[in-house]
């Protein structure tokens, strides 16, 4: 602004032009400052715990539609609890309610928020294709080494379960027992939780379809040996529940699974440290078209995991549609 305007403005006048100035000034900062952490690759966390116009964390509202959209028979509500500071996650199925807290993706009843580092996010990041070994480095090669040790798994996060209990009335073994049910699967009988007889079944009409035209996948039905579901267990060493302990899990074996490369354990038992290194094409695996059909009913294949089991699936629809918002994390 010229001297010239200033010398004929009065002095009130020039007073609130200043003032006028440095309120514009200051808005400008802090417009900057509000957008750079969203930028900023250091603080992509803060982009998906950014609230919305009702105060709720970005990821807990994709969460929320993710989990309605993967169980629609289960009604879910949430508030916050001003004296826990935390989402409380209200679940209801028939005259059944249960209350969970979001913590930060873990869904913890309130006795275990005092202990949730101990539990891994309800919803976590798979893959979309297994890693090709051959593009690991050293640096990772030492680590996925490090995460399979007996010592890291004894201590490591666990998955949590609460968020189940009510879908599947998984509070004791009883309970979940009477809804555990035997039924066919590809020509195998297999106990598994009634709730996922259905998308089992629709996995099983599309992969036989499928058969009539390609040769593969009709050889893998006829290589299956066992599939087995249901079984009351912790993961191998951890203090987690596995989810064949929910009948939520199957493991499809082939004949002579004994000679064949098909779980990081057993090889790991044999004495193969570098089993992570193990090239894709020499761990026996199931066609990538079966694969796909199990992840399109909600089945995640253990295939794609750091600590691969080619064997097993979990019903988990929850993780398929989610992997949109856990890739963000």
């Not at 003032?19 to 400008?28: K, P, R, S």
């Not at 982009?47 to 309605?68: H, I, T, Y």
């Amino acid at each position: 602004m010229s001297a010239e305007i200033l010398g004929n403005m009065s002095k009130h006048r020039r007073i609130a032009v200043f003032a006028l100035a440095g309120i514009l000034i200051a808005a400008v900062f802090v417009l900057v400052f509000a957008i750079l952490p969203g930028l900023s690759g250091d603080n992509k966390r803060s982009g998906l715990f950014a609230q919305d116009s009702n105060g709720m964390p970005s990821r807990l509202n994709a969460e929320l539609a993710v989990l309605k959209a993967a169980y629609p028979s289960i009604t879910i509500a949430s508030t916050f609890d001003s004296q826990i500071g935390d989402w409380k996650i209200t679940m209801t199925k028939g005259g059944s309610t249960k209350d969970l807290y979001w913590a930060e993706g873990r869904y913890l009843p309130k006795e275990l928020l005092a202990s949730k580092d101990n539990y891994r996010t309800l919803i976590f990041y798979i893959p979309k294709k297994p890693e090709d070994p051959s593009t690991f480095k050293k640096e990772q090669i030492e680590k996925i080494r490090e995460f399979g040790s007996s010592e890291s798994r004894e201590s490591a996060p666990v998955s949590p379960t609460s968020f189940f209990e009510i879908i599947y009335n998984t509070s004791s073994r009883e309970d979940l027992e009477a809804h555990i049910v035997k039924t066919e699967f590809l020509g195998k009988r297999v106990n598994v939780h009634e709730l996922i007889v259905e998308p089992l079944k629709k996995v099983e009409s599309k992969i036989l379809s499928i058969s009539r035209t390609d040769e593969q996948v009709r050889d893998f039905i006829q290589s299956i040996g066992s599939i087995d579901g249901y079984s009351w267990r912790q993961i191998r060493d951890t203090s987690g529940m596995s989810f064949h302990s929910m009948g939520l899990a199957i493991d499809i074996l082939p004949r002579g699974w004994q000679d064949k490369i098909v779980y990081w354990n057993w090889e790991k038992n044999k004495g193969n440290d570098d089993w992570m290194l193990i090239p894709l094409e020499d761990r026996w695996a199931p066609p990538d078209l079966v694969v796909d059909i199990f992840e399109d009913e909600g089945f995640v294949w253990g295939g794609k995991w750091t600590v691969w089991d080619n064997m097993h699936f979990e019903y988990r629809p929850e993780m398929i549609l989610g992997r949109d918002v856990a890739e963000r994390d």
